[in-house]
């Protein structure tokens, strides 16, 4: 199958590519290399798709020009590309409106008239809330330009099934981490602190939880959305193990084998309390479940994060 992972480049759409290759697939990359983070940092996130003849990489802004020549050919469309993080969406407005709902638009205007197979969209569940701790009936009630951002951009994308008939599978992610985990986001900084043997600033009193997913186990229910997903629907994708912040900060200090100094600031505006996916859903319909542990997936966030200092 030809495919096309838009933000190929990042955290999530790299080891998507790297996935669909794996399973025999063509893939076509897009990615601006939106600075929110370094370009080099996506450079090492695309080193082992680069030079293969089944990878092309697309440099190409979703917000402008013509995407028809991207999507030429394509059956099955990833959508990743998206201003992600909570914090800097407050200050940051407009580059969240333009990467995560225009940039969308555009995309499903193109594959309104390119007619693919299927489009998997990459949502979060900061649609929901302060407490994300529910099914997918839960009413979504973001506290972040972030999560308003992307709950338009779902419902955007569910417009255009409801309206046109495209082929739209939606996913909800729940606190994604592992090896390349985004730069700004709290384990790679807490496991970037220990390995330099700095201080641990925890925001809040580190007793919010979340059920975190492992980057491999969300690549693999968005693989199956593509091929098991029901045209319309939207699927919760967690792990299943609820842990608080200061329990994952205790556990990647044993994993390290060093202690830090941990103090607590204040409570970040918009963070959820607690997320823990219900997801009994994509279990259902997509065959899919979580695999691995907490403990096993922070040791291989913490074994790439060592290749890296
Ligand atoms: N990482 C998580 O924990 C998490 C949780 C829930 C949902 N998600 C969603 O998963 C998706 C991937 O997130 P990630 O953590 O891999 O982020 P990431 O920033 O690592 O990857 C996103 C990529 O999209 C690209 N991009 C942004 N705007 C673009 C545009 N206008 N045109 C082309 N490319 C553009 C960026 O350059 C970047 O490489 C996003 O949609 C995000 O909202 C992530």
Redesign the pocket.
Known sequence: MRCLV??A?????SHLSERLLADGHDVTG?????P??PRDR?ERNLASLRDRSDFRLLE????EGDLAPALDGIEAIFH?????GLLRSWDWFEEYMT?NVL?TQRLLEAARLSRPRILVH?????VYGRVSSCDEEALPRPTSPYGAT?LCAEKLALAYQESFGLPVVVLR????YGPRQ?PD?GYTIFVERVLRDEPIIVFGDGEQTRGNTYVADCVDATVRAASHGQVGQVYNVGGGESRSTNWVVDTIQQIVGRRVTVTHGPPRPGEQREALAITTKARQSLGWAPRVSLEDGLRAQVEWQRTLT
């Open positions: 838009t933000g480049a990042g955290f999530i759409g897009l990615d601006v290399f939106h929110y983070y996506k190409l802004d979703l917000r990743e590309a998206a201003m992600p990467c940039a990459a949502s979060t569940s900061s992307k992610y729940f606190s994604v985004r986001m």
